[in-house]
């Protein structure tokens, strides 16, 4: 069975510094892998995703993530980070080439100081 | 262009009581997926429905039912409420199963 694991429950760093989230997965084959934000009171929002190819995928708001299979990594990357970075971020693996039955990680709380 | 939908957005019910969650997919899609996700935790996927049909299940109890109408709205319904069953329901859209997946503001259901 396919599994998620973010290993930082809250990272707070400061505005204008580097981020790195961490996702680490286990699933036999090729996942398809992705990163989801959610602000207080909203829905999630998806940030990126990779299923192939180049392994440094890039995304909306700045963010761009690299896949490593020897690793079993996804990491979240943003050079410079802005006061409205500040969420719940959830990585996420698919068994298929799809969206059918996403497993989530358990979200790391994103923390902004001035 | 609305995006996907939810009702009611908070709601209370008892143990025992059943709970019905509506969601309307954002305007062309008609793919629905349905997640739990409990406080502190990440979303688990309960089913998705696609032509009226349920697809795929997640491992939920069959307290938990769906349906889908030809408009491609979906109802989630949930029976017999225990309090484990507290959480904030996730309702996704997407345009077949390899679109990306759009989800609404969700419904927080509390048991008591």
């Known amino acids: 069975a396919q599994s998620v694991t973010q290993p930082d429950i809250h990272i707070t760093v400061s505005e204008g510094a580097s981020l790195e989230l961490r996702c680490n997965y286990s699933?036999?084959?090729?996942?398809?892998l992705f990163w989801y934000v959610q602000s207080p009171g909203q829905g999630l929002q998806l940030l990126l995703k990779y299923f192939s190819g180049d392994t440094l995928v890039q995304g909306i708001k700045g963010f761009e993530a690299e896949f490593k299979r020897s690793q079993s990594s996804f990491n979240l990357r943003k050079p410079s980070v802005h006061w409205s970075d500040a969420a719940e971020y959830f990585c996420?693996?698919?068994?298929?080439?799809?969206?059918?039955?996403?497993?989530f990680g358990t979200g790391t709380r994103l923390t902004i100081i001035p | 262009d609305a995006g996907v939908t939810q009702s009611p957005t908070h709601l209370i019910k008892t143990r025992g009581q059943q709970v019905t969650l509506r969601c309307s997919p954002k305007s062309g899609h008609d793919t629905v997926s349905w997640y739990q996700q409990a406080l502190g935790q990440g979303p688990q996927f309960i089913f998705q429905?696609?032509?009226?049909?349920?697809?795929q299940r997640g491992n939920f109890p069959d307290r938990f039912s769906g349906h889908q109408f030809p408009n491609y709205s979906s109802e989630l319904n949930v029976n017999a409420l225990l309090l484990g069953d507290s959480a904030l329901y996730l309702c996704?859209?997407?345009?077949?199963?390899?679109?990306?997946?759009?989800f609404g503001e969700g419904s927080r259901l509390t048991v008591l």
């Open positions: 996420a693996v698919a068994p298929l080439f799809g969206n059918e039955k996403l497993t």
């Open positions: 699933y036999g084959a090729t996942p398809y």
């Open positions: 996704a859209s997407s345009l077949g199963s390899t679109g990306e997946l759009f």
């Open positions: 429905y696609y032509e009226e049909e349920e697809r």
